[in-house]
């Protein structure tokens, strides 16, 4: 399965195409399998970009459209939804922000204004439901029945030991290359930072456009693009001190998602985050991580507040854990999902 993904994957690139989504639908489903099967509910494939969900009890089923479709998906919906299921749309992205980003590279945005010219229109009249993490995606879609659906915690960590180790203060920046222009922002503080404590350690996931704003080093890592399933086990091995997400505050980086909040949970960090629709609603300035300004002083600022108190690092990476859990809770994630597709009435 994970090769077959793969090489569809691959195979989407060459062509121009949207690739399948795997982390959105990891994230938003994969994760929550053992609570819906809790529910009675079980999910499968049911087209590249479609999951069908079943309720064995009930049998209720309905189809979860996730981010975009084929044009043989959208004939599977066009018979599903001639049957009488329920067709939800699940999309954790303002594409109609992306397109009009231009610090986003024109191949990118070229990919999602091809799947809004050619695939949306005929999308929107077979869904019943959106799900999206971000009020700003919910009210381009407001004609739908709209719900505000996060993504799941990644079971976060409970061991915190390498605060107690002498080791270097390891800072993490998992965005990637859609964040580039958000890392170079804030770029000259982060390198001044590194100067001037020595036992500071970067790794970034921007793997050569890393390579042209900050050279590897003793203090900088670059890691390279991983498909999903490697990324994510890499991530779950992973311990860092410091997450850093300063993004910019800007139209599609509002419309995102909690995610680096959990992703920074999972690795037993405590975050660096500006204000972006996202962090504001999940982070509690001081008590579940920070909350900066974007901008290059401010984000010097936090990294050696943060990395001369390990105590307090561990602290706030302990409350961003509990926080994470909160906003991510599975069972009210799954709930939340079946009932709204309708698969829990009798």
Same mark, same amino acid.
């Given at each position: 399965m994970i090769l077959r993904d793969f090489l569809s994957s691959t195979l989407d690139h060459i062509r121009g195409r949207p690739k399948r989504a795997l982390p959105t639908m990891y994230h938003y489903v994969g994760v929550l399998t053992d609570d819906l099967s809790e529910l009675g509910v079980t999910v499968r494939r049911a087209g590249k970009h479609i999951l069908k969900l079943s309720h064995g009890e009930?049998?209720?089923?309905?189809?979860?459209?996730?981010? $975009?479709?084929? +044009?043989? /998906?959208?004939?599977?919906?066009?018979?599903?939804?001639?049957?009488?299921?329920?067709?939800? $749309?699940?999309? +954790?992205? /303002?594409?109609?922000?992306?397109?009009?980003d231009t610090d986003l590279s024109e191949d990118y945005r070229n990919r999602v204004r091809h799947f809004l010219d050619t695939h949306v229109t005929r999308l929107m009249p077979l869904i019943g439901t959106v799900y999206a993490p971000s009020h700003q995606i919910l009210a381009r879609m407001s004609d739908k029945a709209c719900v505000k659906l996060d993504p799941a915690h990644l079971s976060p960590v409970s061991d915190l030991d390498h605060f107690a180790k002498p080791d270097p203060v390891r800072i993490v920046f998992l965005g990637t290359s859609t964040h580039r222009s958000d890392f170079r922002g804030v770029l000259p503080g982060v390198r001044a930072a590194l100067e001037a404590d020595q036992a500071l350690h970067l790794t970034t996931l921007l793997g050569k456009s890393g390579e042209a704003l900050i050279p590897s080093g003793p203090q900088v890592?670059?890691?390279?693009d991983m498909f999903f399933p490697r990324f994510q086990t890499w991530l779950s091995r992973q311990r860092f001190h410091i997450g850093l997400a300063p993004y910019a505050p800007n139209p599609v980086n509002d419309g995102r998602s909690n995610l680096k909040f959990h992703q920074h949970a999972m690795v037993g960090a405590a975050g660096i985050y500006t204000r972006t629709a996202p962090f504001v609603e999940a982070v509690r300035h001081e008590a579940t991580g920070l909350l900066v300004d974007h901008a290059?002083?401010?984000?010097?600022?936090?990294?050696?507040?943060?990395?001369?108190?390990?105590?307090?690092m561990r602290d706030l990476a302990k409350a961003q854990i509990s926080r994470s859990r909160e906003l991510g809770d599975h069972a009210t994630l799954a709930r939340l999902l079946c009932g709204t597709l309708g698969l829990l009435q009798e």
């Open positions: 009930t049998g209720h089923t309905a189809f979860l459209v996730v981010r $975009y479709t084929t +044009d043989t /998906d959208l004939t599977l919906l066009q018979e599903v939804a001639g049957r009488g299921h329920r067709i939800g $749309y699940l999309i +954790d992205d /303002d594409m109609w922000a992306m397109v009009a890592r670059h890691i390279g290059p002083e401010a984000v010097q600022a936090a990294i050696a507040s943060l990395a001369a108190d390990r105590n307090r």
